[in-house]
């Protein structure tokens, strides 16, 4: 987004203790012909509801494959198109406009893909909207002054909104726009609200207070009843425009912790803005209730044994094996109040491990259960079947994370992000798709590149998994930091020598230890007959084409880095090897050039394997449970399926667990709108 090419315009909205409150903003329509202006985006821009069946079950992915577009649809004439609008809104700090703390209001469009969505130029900024001052603390806590906020606020809206829905045409409502050079009439229609929980009830005009008699904003369940998991459909009475306006219009808003104010999307076509205020993974999960087992998780360790635990826990976090995708604090879990969303992502990818054996068999179950139930929320489409099984996940994860810490929760767990994310997320996946098209993550790091896009282009249509199976690029790649090079004429003493002069971590010994052993059953396997004039490189990494970098270093900010890998195995395989779904594991020892004469040059890497250690108890977590073998092997670079991440178990002797990719790319990194 180029904020240097729009033009803003101003307008005072009120006028309070003698001061003029001012929205600087730009024309929603100029915003949405903006965003259209976009080749690319006007190319992907989906008109219509689409029916999405996938084994012969109804789904979801997309926005508009969502119960909430269909409907919609249905409301207009069917010549006509409906234009889904996205709101974001969060007050934050800034001095764009020559103030320090401002309130910017986003504007994006449901018919975008989400994979383009997540591109900074599929965003628009609509506008900054007014923050009142009080003169004094007094008024700042009277009911007067709150009301004149909230006021303020809708007021706000309808002027920023108010030209996608009045229209003096003739033939009705709706706007025309053009797009690729025709005219389509639409029917703008907010679809979503994206935001943290105090905005989304600023939005609803709901008590912002949890201690309200009815905190959520979706539904009039009492806060006695926000830790029941086990709610019935007809033991929740839903909020729409009907009962809400029945309570304002009664003057009895009290009664259902509604505040004294009209709202402006009563009065809008097509939005229950209960629902449309959809629940925010990063805020609800990430910065919420992941916060919360953390928390609990270090006052049940230290009711246990006392500090002595905690330390540990700390200890074993500074010791997890460095990986690319992985974001570990050399320090120690300290204040949990000043991590962000992206370090409780990265804590997520190992906390599985921390506390393996730590303390009871129900502190790993909790946290293997968050990993299963925040996996399967990240996915990009959801049959009716996986709703089902993504709601019995999220049920045994709250269950267990209700009984285990149940003495350390000041509120008795009636948090109304636990009630929201357990009873109302998959009625909102039916209602505007997956959750991944409606994240603050994407907003709140507008100045991000995200990687992945060429990856969705070329299987936004397909389920990833059979992607990975089915297609592998060729790679290329671009070595760096040369440790040294010999001939192989001169390999024993070369080996001698390095090793007794340098100081070498005691993995780099044991690859030159298996160096001329292992080169050797190379050269056989290819039958090589002469070795003569053979010219050896060795590296300490290696960049491959899909940009991940394989290491093998003796010291990289202070520690070694020996990567991990997976190989797919092949019936020429030097040894027998039970593998996970045909992928095998290994430590990589050495990144190693050999050139040949009158041959290509060879790029290999020297491993040492892993091997599952039991083949009746092969998955710890979820994952396999692995040990180092004395196996050795050089395997050509381009054979290497990925790299893996790889943490020893804590406390026991050449015990390893391998943490699935999902969980450190797919599954936790801030790439998805």
Known sequence: MNLSRLLYYKHRILVHNNKEYFINYQPVIKCIENLL??????????????KLEIENEQSYGEQYTGNWWKKAKESIPSVAYILSIILYSDATTTDTLGKGSLHPIYISLGNIPTWRRNKED????????????????????????KKLVRETFHNSIKFLLDPLFTNDDDDGDGIELKIDNEIFWFFPRVSTIICDWPEACTFSLTYKSTNSNYPCHFCLVSKENLNNTRLRDDQMV???KENMLQYYNNGTTEKASLEPVFNYFWNIPNINVYVATVPDRMHHLDLGLYRYQIEFTKKLLFEAEGRSLVDKMNRRITLIPRHSELKIFSGRLQSIALLTADNYRNIMKVMVFVVDDLLNKDLSEVYVKWNEMYLLSRQETFKESDLKNFQEAIEKWANLFIKLFGQFSNSDFKLPKLHSWVHHIV??????????????????????????????????????EQMMKTFKTPLKFNYSSKLFEFDISEAFEFIDKYKNETNLDEKMIKGLDHFIQSLDSYFDLLKISTAQGCHIKIYRSVTLENRAILRTTNMFHKRPWFSNISVTMNDEELFEYQSDNEI???QTLLITEVFLKKEKSLHLALVQWYDFISKRTP?????????????????EIEAIEDIVHIVPRFDKTNEYLQLDNNYLIEGYNNKEF
């Open 238 to 240: 839903l909020r729409n």
């Open 584 to 586: 095998c594991y290994a």
């Open 619 to 635: 998955f710890v977590y979820g994952c396999p449970l692995l040990e180092l073998t004395e196996i050795y092997n050089f395997i």
């Open 427 to 464: 009625d909102t996946i039916r209602e505007f798709g997956a959750i991944n098209g409606y994240t603050t993550e994407t907003y709140e790091a507008l100045h991000k590149t995200y990687v992945k896009i060429p990856y969705r282009l070329s299987n936004k249509k397909d389920v990833e």
């Open 37 to 50: 202006s976009n080749p690319e985006i006007s190319q992907l821009f989906v008109y219509d509801y689409k």
């Open 122 to 145: 599929a965003k628009q900024l609509l506008g900054y909207l007014p923050i009142l001052s009080a003169k004094d603390e007094r008024e700042k806590k009277s009911s007067e002054f």
